[in-house]
C-alpha cells in the first residue's frame, strides 16, 4: 500500500520560496508534483523517475526543482521566484513504473497525498 503526505505549503510574497515535502511509504518507481488552482484542471508540473532524471513544464522550468532523499523516502519540491499565478493546492503522486514528461497526466498516476495548499500574493 502506497501512502504519500505532503507538508510545507504556505503563504509567501511574490518573488519568494518554498519548499514542499512528500513523505512516502510503499514501492513506487515514478513520482511527480501536479498542481490544482481554483476553477482549473490538475496540471503536472514536475516529476522525477526513482533513477533521478527529472522533467519540468514549461510553466516551472527555471524556477522550480524536484528531489528526492531516496533514504528518507521524501520527495521535494523547491519553488523559488513564485508568482501569483502560482496560487494553487499541491499535489504529490506516484506510480509503479517509469515516466516521462509525455506522462505527467494525472490519468496515469495511481497514487496521490491529500494536497498542501500553495498561496502567492502580489
Known amino acids: 500500500q502506497v501512502q504519500l503526505v505532503e507538508s510545507g505549503g504556505g503563504s509567501v510574497q511574490s518573488g519568494g520560496s518554498l519548499r514542499l515535502s512528500c513523505a512516502t511509504s510503499g514501492s513506487v518507481f515514478c513520482m511527480a508534483w501536479f498542481r490544482q488552482a481554483s476553477g482549473k484542471e490538475r496540471e503536472g508540473i514536475a516529476v522525477i523517475n526513482i533513477s533521478g532524471s527529472p522533467g519540468y513544464a514549461d510553466s516551472v522550468k527555471g524556477r522550480f526543482a524536484i528531489s528526492q532523499d531516496v533514504a528518507k523516502s521524501t520527495l521535494y519540491l523547491q519553488m523559488n521566484s513564485l508568482k501569483p499565478e502560482d496560487t494553487a493546492m499541491y499535489y504529490c503522486?506516484?506510480?509503479?513504473?517509469?515516466?516521462?514528461?509525455?506522462?505527467?497526466?494525472?490519468?496515469?498516476?495511481?497514487?496521490w497525498g491529500q494536497g498542501t495548499q500553495v498561496t502567492v500574493s502580489a
Open positions: 503522486a506516484a506510480r509503479a513504473s517509469p515516466c516521462a514528461l509525455h506522462l505527467l497526466l494525472p490519468k496515469y498516476f495511481g497514487y
